[in-house]
C-alpha cells in the first residue's frame, strides 16, 4: 500500500489535487481512499456527491474522536478523580480542543495502514501544521518517557509500601498502561510516516512567494524524515493570451515556474492547469488529471524520486577515529542553523522548525567535534569518548 500526503500553501488547491490523485488510482483499478480531516467538507461538493467505483472518501471527525477518547480516559481515571473529588465531565459539555484535529488525523492514518486499499491520499492541512502534526508523535512518545518512564513498572509491587511513606496515592498501573498504548499507536504512527512507501506532494500556485515557501516547507519536512515526491503547480494559465493582463500573469507564473524547477531539481514539478473556475464533480475532476495533453505521470506516483535515506551514522573512518552523523536538510542554509547537545539528545534548529533527536547508543559514547553543511546534508562529527568507549587491547 502506498500513502500520498498532499499538503502545500494555503489555498493553493490541495484538497483539488488529493481528490485528482485518488480518483485517477480509481479510474486506473486501483483500490483507492480518501482520507481528510476538513471541518468544512469540500469533498462532497468537490466530487459532486457521486460515488465512484473502487474510491472510498472518509471525512475525520475529530470532535467525535475528542469526546470518546477524553471519556475513555475519565472511565479508566475515574478511582483516582474521585479521591481527588473532581467532577465527572459529560460528552455533551465536551468541546474538542486545539491539537485534536491533528491527533485525529494521525490516529485515522494509523489505522488505514491496517487496511485493504492500494492507495492513500490524505488531504492534510496546509504545510506549517502539516510539519506540526507530523512531528506530533515523536514528541509526545518524548513527553510520555519523561513524565512516566517504562522502567518504573518494575517497582509497581512496592506502590503500596511507597504509598503509606508518602501519605499519598502513587500512579496506578492504569496511567503506565495507558502510557503504553499510546506510547505504542504513536510509534505506528511514526512507522507510516516513515515508511518508503508514504511520500508527500506540495501544491502552491505559482506566485512570486511560492518558491521561498515551498522552500521553508521542505526544511520542515525534511527535519522530520519526511521528502516531497513532487511539486504540483496548481491553476497555471495558459500562455500566449492576447489580453495585456492575462498575459501578464501567464509571464509571471512562468517565472515563477522557472524558479521552482531550478530550486526543486531533484524533485518533478507537475504543472496542472486553470479550468477558468473551481472543478465540481468528477467530470471536471477528469480535465485536469488528463490535462491538455494528456499526461497523467502526476498521477501515477511513480515518478523515479527516491526518498533521502534515515538519518544514520556513517562507519568509523580510519584516518581520525571519528563517527559522522548524516542529516539530510535540503536547502538549507549555514545560518539557519543551529545545534546543541544535551544528554544524550540532540537540539536542532532549521530556520523556523526544531527537532529533539535521541542520539543512537553509539554516539552517547561521544563528544561533538564538529559540524559541517554540504550538499544539503549535515554531517556531525563525534569523537569517542575515552572513558566511555570499550577499550580494545
Known amino acids: 500500500m ?35 480531516a476538513d471541518r468544512d467538507d469540500p469533498l462532497t461538493p468537490l466530487l459532486g456527491g457521486e460515488e465512484v467505483a473502487r474510491l472510498d472518501v472518509v471525512r475525520i471527525d475529530s470532535g467525535a474522536d475528542f469526546r470518546t477518547e477524553l ?39 494509523r489505522e488505514t495502514a491496517a487496511g485493504d486499499h492500494d492507495l492513500v491520499v490524505v488531504d492534510m492541512p496546509p504545510v506549517h501544521q502539516s510539519v506540526a502534526a507530523l512531528a506530533l508523535p515523536g514528541q509526545l512518545r518524548r513527553y510520555l518517557r519523561r513524565l512516566l518512564p517504562p522502567e518504573r513498572q518494575a ?3 512496592l ?15 492504569w496511567l503506565y498502561e495507558t502510557a503504553a498504548r499510546w506510547d505504542a499507536e504513536l510509534a505506528a504512527v511514526e512507522a507510516v510516516v516513515e515508511d518508503p512507501s508514504t511520500t508527500v506532494r506540495l501544491v502552491a500556485e505559482p506566485t512570486p512567494t511560492a518558491a521561498a515557501a515551498l522552500r521553508t516547507a521542505r526544511l520542515g519536512l525534511a527535519l522530520h ?27 509571471q507564473q512562468q517565472c515563477v515556474l522557472k524558479e521552482l524547477a531550478e530550486e526543486f531539481a531533484a524533485v518533478p514539478l507537475h504543472e496542472v492547469p486553470h479550468l477558468g473556475r473551481d472543478p465540481r464533480g468528477t467530470e471536471e475532476l477528469d480535465e485536469l488529471i488528463d490535462g491538455p495533453t494528456g499526461e497523467i505521470g502526476l498521477w501515477e506516483g511513480k515518478d523515479g524520486f527516491v526518498r533521502p535515506g534515515p538519518w544514520h551514522v556513517e562507519d568509523r573512518l580510519a584516518d581520525d577515529g571519528v563517527l559522522v552523523w548524516h542529516l539530510p536538510l535540503p536547502g538549507a ?29 553509539a554516539l552517547r559514547r561521544c563528544t561533538v567535534s564538529g559540524a559541517g553543511l554540504t550538499d544539503g546534508v549535515l554531517r556531525i562529527r563525534f569523537t569517542p569518548d575515552p572513558e566511555l568507549w570499550p577499550r580494545t587491547r
Open 225 to 251: 524524515g519526511a521528502a516531497p515526491d513532487a511539486v504540483i503547480a496548481n491553476r497555471v494559465l495558459p500562455t500566449g493570451s492576447a489580453d495585456p493582463f492575462l498575459a501578464a500573469l501567464s509571464g
Open 159 to 173: 506502590r503500596p509500601v511507597l504509598a503509606q511513606l508518602a501519605g499519598v496515592p502513587m500512579p496506578a498501573q
Open 155 to 157: 517497582a509497581r509491587s
Open 2 to 36: 502506498r500513502t500520498v500526503l498532499v499538503t502545500g500553501l494555503g489555498g493553493a488547491g490541495r484538497t483539488t489535487v488529493a481528490a485528482a490523485t485518488a480518483l485517477a488510482a480509481a479510474r486506473r483499478g486501483e483500490r483507492a481512499l480518501l482520507l481528510s
Open 71 to 109: 471519556l475513555a480516559l475519565q472511565d479508566r481515571a475515574g478511582t483516582v478523580l474521585e479521591l481527588l473529588g473532581a467532577g465527572r465531565l459529560d460528552g455533551e459539555e465536551l468541546t474538542e480542543l486545539p491539537g485534536a484535529e491533528q491527533l485525529a488525523l494521525l490516529k485515522a492514518l
Open 333 to 361: 542554509t549555514r545560518d539557519q542553523l543551529g545545534l546543541v547537545r544535551r544528554g544524550d539528545e540532540l537540539l536542532l534548529t532549521v530556520g523556523p522548525f526544531r527537532k529533539i533527536a535521541t542520539l543512537p547508543s
